[in-house]
């Protein structure tokens, strides 16, 4: 194809028509650099004036500009990967590039999804056929009463990681990735395991943040 990158690298994109000049959102690569096209998954937002929508309307022939990839998240071994919402899409590309290569990583590596109904959880007929078991949808709004509603907090991580001395793989809005992180932290996971969307610099004091994220 030409274009060179690697599964979890985003581009910059926007459309190339006036009007559009100013009009720039990063977007994850889906598609792996042996596949023969490009491929993005893009929530369309319903604002007729937005990327998003523009770029549901495109006409073939159209010309989109792409910047040169950069890293979102790199796969550095086995751990977990904890996503809410539209938060699973920068992992997919990842997942399956150590599908092909890989097979282990069904076994040892595990996949913490929070959405709010089953309605959003993506992917998840293929994520279950990778992980099984190892693959844990967490609703927080359930359309259904007889399923308790959840949220990845302190005391499910607590629960659920085994495993301190794994990778930890965050993806969200910004709120959830911060409160996330702040908890694998006051489990005793170190930072530098630790890899986020957002950039939040290195953390040093556990001892004054709130009884939330656990005891100290």
């Avoid at 089953?118 to 293929?126: G, M, T, V, W, Y």
């Avoid at 609703?139 to 495993?163: G, N, R, Y």
Wanted: proline share 5%.
């Amino acid at each position: 194809m030409g274009f060179r990158y690697v599964p979890g690298q985003a581009v910059d994109l926007s459309i190339d028509q006036p009007g559009c000049e100013l009009e720039v959102a990063p977007f994850t690569i889906m598609s792996l650099e042996e596949d023969q096209y490009l491929e993005f998954i893009i929530k369309i937002k319903p604002d007729r004036n937005s990327l998003t929508y523009r770029l549901s309307n495109l006409k073939l022939g159209r010309v989109v500009q792409l910047s040169r990839p950069w890293d979102t998240f790199e796969y550095k071994g086995t751990g977990y990967f904890i996503a809410a919402g539209t938060g699973i899409v920068p992992f997919m590309p990842i997942l399956a590039g150590i599908n092909r290569s890989d097979l282990s990583f069904r076994v040892e590596d595990k996949v913490l999804y929070a959405g709010k109904n089953h309605e959003d959880i993506l992917f998840e007929r293929k994520l279950r056929e990778w992980f099984g078991s190892n693959f844990t949808t967490i609703l927080t709004c359930p359309a259904t009463k007889t399923i308790f509603p959840k949220k990845i907090d302190f005391e499910l991580l607590q629960s659920m990681i085994h495993e301190k001395d794994r990778y930890f793989y965050i993806c969200g809005p910004k709120s959830f990735e911060l409160d996330t992180m702040l908890n694998l932290l006051a489990l005793g996971i170190d930072q530098i395991q630790i890899q986020t969307g957002y950039k939040f610099g290195q953390i040093e004091q556990l001892d004054n943040l709130p009884l939330k994220y656990g005891s100290r």
